[in-house]
């Protein structure tokens, strides 16, 4: 596709409940982000993969949250038994390469993440 | 951790008038990007800066770095009403650390 691609854009759930959050990164992007971010707050960062090296997960908040990335490709984060502080806009964003280097970072739309 | 972090956090002015936000960072960097966010979804890439630059422009955007400040400056010149946004900064985490990590933002409200 064009662009990053994130699903659902909206998601509610129970509490208590496990959810998948989807990102589709560009077509050749080696580098994949996911950040959450609260209303009105800035972005918190999660973790980070880039090509076949393990993945940076030292933002992420307990082990109730996980992610991967199949194919270096599509990336899935998962929340398990999700808490009402879980409530968020959970952001996906890819690059050519990864921060170090410097290259533009390409963000989808975000899933609006309500925990009910 | 938090490793940009933007002042003022919040800024009003009128149209025509230049915005100046800046940004302060902890640890040495590769580079410094801004971004800007409208209606709290994705954002867009405005500008990105290396460390060995010490100012760089792009249309009414002009952007600084001052490494031994650990400091950068958006100034957006002759705003206009569609710059109402939240704008961050962004840099490699330093230490080798390859992550891209973000400021709290600047929300940037542009009066008519």
């Known amino acids: 596709g064009a662009g990053v691609s994130q699903s659902p854009s909206n998601k509610v759930t129970e509490k208590g409940k496990d959810v998948e959050l989807r990102c589709d990164p560009i077509?050749?992007?080696?580098?994949l982000y996911w950040y959450r971010q609260s209303l009105g707050q800035g972005l918190e960062f999660l973790i980070y993969f880039q090509g076949n090296s393990a993945p940076d997960k030292s933002g992420l908040p307990s082990d109730r949250f996980s992610a991967e990335r199949t194919g270096g490709s599509v990336s899935t984060l998962t929340i398990q038994r999700t808490q009402q502080e879980d409530s968020a806009v959970y952001l996906c964003a890819s690059s050519l390469s990864a921060g170090r280097v410097g290259t533009e970072a390409f963000f989808g739309q975000g899933t609006r993440l309500t925990v009910v | 951790s938090q490793q940009g972090e933007e002042d003022p956090q919040a800024l009003s002015i009128q149209e025509g008038e230049n915005a100046t936000m800046n940004c302060s960072y902890k640890?040495?960097?590769?580079?410094l990007q801004w971004y800007r966010q409208n209606s709290g979804r994705g954002l867009v890439h405005l500008i990105l800066?290396?460390?060995?630059?010490r100012e760089k422009h792009s249309g009414r955007l002009r952007v600084t770095l001052d490494t031994s400040k650990k400091s950068s400056s958006l100034l957006i010149t002759a705003s206009r009403a569609a710059d109402t946004a939240s704008y961050f900064c962004?840099?490699?985490?330093?230490?080798?650390?390859?992550?891209?990590?973000f400021g709290q933002g600047t929300r940037l409200t542009i009066n008519p």
């Open positions: 077509s050749g992007h080696t580098a």
């Open positions: 800066i290396r460390s060995n630059e």
């Open positions: 640890t040495s960097i590769n580079n």
């Open positions: 962004a840099t490699d985490a330093g230490g080798g650390a390859q992550k891209l990590v």
